[in-house]
């Protein structure tokens, strides 16, 4: 079990406002956090969300706290994907320059977005961020690692080669993470061999369910990583506040706790909201009881604390409370709880204190075995990560010789796009129709020659300069009746043409089944199987092959 | 005279490439700057300029420098403000988290990118990136000023109204610079109101005139100012390196500041780059003789130190040398110096000795009296300033009354922009030639009640719900024979129609005579004058005013 202390810099209008000094203080915290073992500081990224989030640069808030702290992990929980948002470069750059400066204590949070004032004031289509999320953190892990970062091409993101610098300290990059509200969102982590940020105040006994699932995820074939290192964690946030007596840490952080939960509600349900005016301070006064965060329901003296149980109360309460709290999150198998403090009203030096009392009373009891369980869980798990990472289409190598030419660049970055990939998708979709499902007899008669001779043509007129590559390559397409036609390629000087017949010197020669190769362009059949199956030979400079798509305006951003 | 030490976070491949080690010296210069009395410390924003600056996220950097340091100001030199690289919303964002973190210490400075490799990367059109800066400028600053921001609709940047949070420590907002490289642009600052951080290596006797110009320009008509504060400062980058000996100074700092010119001139040139490939280190010492780098023809014991002068030398030399250069600067009226001491291959414990050295032989020689200049320099520019602030557009107020409406926003985010703007552009210029040059009479006669009816039903159509007002405005169209002709914009819900005649409880009544009213409309006359000259007479909320051309399509921003 690790532990978190997690920031929204929330501000509510009831006291003074002074955006100054909740920076200062939360620094004095976070030096305190460290100073007593918590493990992680998570910071959000949360835009216009007056109140409830005044973080709107994590990656600022985050660099000041790497030069007050030693060894707390910096999060970010999360940083918004949407390219609407953040540029793919700038997020890779900033992620790298903050794991310099902390010599490696970054842990990579990423998310979508979602709430209608984010939505809105960026500009992001809810039906396609999700899509958008999983374009930007292939391009970013892409940027990590790749010397130079080879370039991309989808609906969302056009970047020519370029090399994204400086680099993390962390190889191949800092722990990946990715936000969560539900169990479909779970799921997802785990797909994406990504860590799980859980903002969804659940029972321990409700986690257990999530968590074997997520775990079941892993180390199935369902994990295709989205970076480059899988990263198995599921981490709980849950509102917090110690103290020895009861009641006293009921009074001190049950606002706070409500407030949290009332205006998350607000700015994600559909609460009207007037920029600059609306008051969500006074409005929780006046309904939080109606909104199920009821002061008075709060009884101290509960058997055991209900984290969601009647009304949102998380970890406030004494140190044996949370004690045994924390503890069924561990038998369920979380790996981390992050702690808010700093919420609503809740005081500075309430904080403090509860951090203080929290490195003495409660920590300690999680400290004893925890290397040895943490090292037989990464050994448990190495196999089917290593299985996963397998899975993942590899980091890329740009063939030198490469030069930047702004003019080419610009022109291509302003090739209509949605006309463009539209076009893509609806001849995509037609060869997936005219394949799918036929024998290689059937799709043979309809690709003779001379449908082939326009196959590569167009394939040639699609090739995209900034490949960059030079040479010949060759497609040898056999028959079922043992005949064959081989097409070559040639890539000279930026531009591609084709002809019938062998290449002199092939930078590569592909041999393959007529059927397959429509196969393959019309993404029916996995490259990757072709070869294993012997169905696709390769022959010279094999490492040519994953990248045809993309030199010839596959709709593969790889 | 104030003095600053300047980052580009250089890595030649030279040398071991240790981007940690990198920053982490940074940081501890960083600290002997801020003791020995070093004003500024500047921080570029470059991407992908492999070698030449590994400083991309140059918020996080300055961000940690602000817990490491105490008085020195914290300066982006600069933030690129393109949309394409930083949202508009972003730089607000972290520009006053920056300022939190550090108690009011930011200086932010900006700029447009100009190297091929940044242009290229980002998608960004070169002869329309002096349009962006102008536009984000604008944005930006109404950012940090409005509450809530009041939105934009440019071709540039759509937002609808926003809370931007949190907001900065320094008020109105922190100085305002510009990257200047050209005489050219030192005007463009100072019409611009901001101060001027000039790259281009002049000997102190050529920069006199620059600044002349400089300050003649900030005390006319011609300063209109970008941000709502003038910043009345001229900044000159220089290499540097301190030995009491000459020949060791030279030794261990020319390198540096000739690879920081031959990098520059790499980039900014039409030298080929292939990212990752190109070892710009090797290039320098095989081509910087032949680019005027020549490290042979830096003699010590020369009579002065001429900073571009046969080769970039800048303030390389002993402390009595670099007194006597900074002296000449002084002379000129330059404001600051800003020293670039990490550069090419120079050595960490070099540059801080140059530092302690510059603190105790350097910088003494200019402190005294230095207070009272400034504020004779403040008190005497004071009238001017005041004059120019009255020039610029003032702040908005956004009327109570907008709600958040996710896809109301979108649709309206995703209009066309191009189309719009175009047309928009096209009835723009076809309406000025009409009025432009035009008697009152020959106005009046073209535009009778039937036209006027188009026209206001025109407005009527292009009203911007977002623009959030609800009301009545009327606007009485005088004539030159004494009559005159009524018209009222009634909006109600979202939507604006319009009837013949007078409002019951105009929210603003305008009178103003026809041609004026069209020459306004075609923006052939200014409403601030015509004010003034008793033309135009306003009654009811005359801040509705300046909202009028926003709020019904016009071409304006604001």
Known sequence: MRFGIFYEHQLPRGGEVDERRLYRDALVQAEIAD???VDYLWEVEHHFLEEYSHSSAPEVFLAAASQRTERIRLGHGIVQLPPEVNHPARVAERIAALDLVSDGRVEFGTGEASSSAELGGFGIRRDRKREEWQDAIDAITRMFVEEPFAGWRSEHLRMPPRNVIPKTVQKPHPPLWVACSRRETIRFA????????????????????WVDEYYRIIGSDECVPAGFAVNPNVTVVLPMMLHEDEATAIGRGIDGAHFFGFALAHYYGTTPHDPGRTNVWDEFQERRAARGFDRDRIIANAESLNVNVGSLRGAVGTPEQVTELVRRYEDAGVDQVAFVLQA????HEHICESLELFGSSVLPHFLEGREERENAKAERLAPAIE??????????????????????????ANRPRSLRS???RRVQQGFYLLVHGRSDAQIERRFGPAAQRVLFSGMARAYD?????EGALQFRLTRTDGAATTWTIIVRGGRARVRPGKAAEPALALTVATADFLRLLAGDANPAMLLMDGRLKLQGDVELA????????????Y
């Open 546 to 557: 994953p990248r045809i798509s993309e030199m010839f305006g596959g709709p593969s951003p």
């Open 422 to 424: 539209e076009a893509r």
């Open 344 to 347: 609503g009203p809740n005081k």
């Open 190 to 209: 785990a797909r994406n061999g990504m860590g799980a940020l859980s903002f969804s105040f659940v029972e321990p006994e409700d986690a257990a369910k």
């Open 35 to 37: 100073r007593v073992g």
């Open 387 to 412: 299985a996963a990472l397998a899975r993942r289409a590899p980091a890329r190598t740009l063939p030198p010789g490469y030069r930047i030419d702004e003019d080419a660049e610009l022109a291509r």
């Open 465 to 469: 300069p900034s490949a960059a590559f």
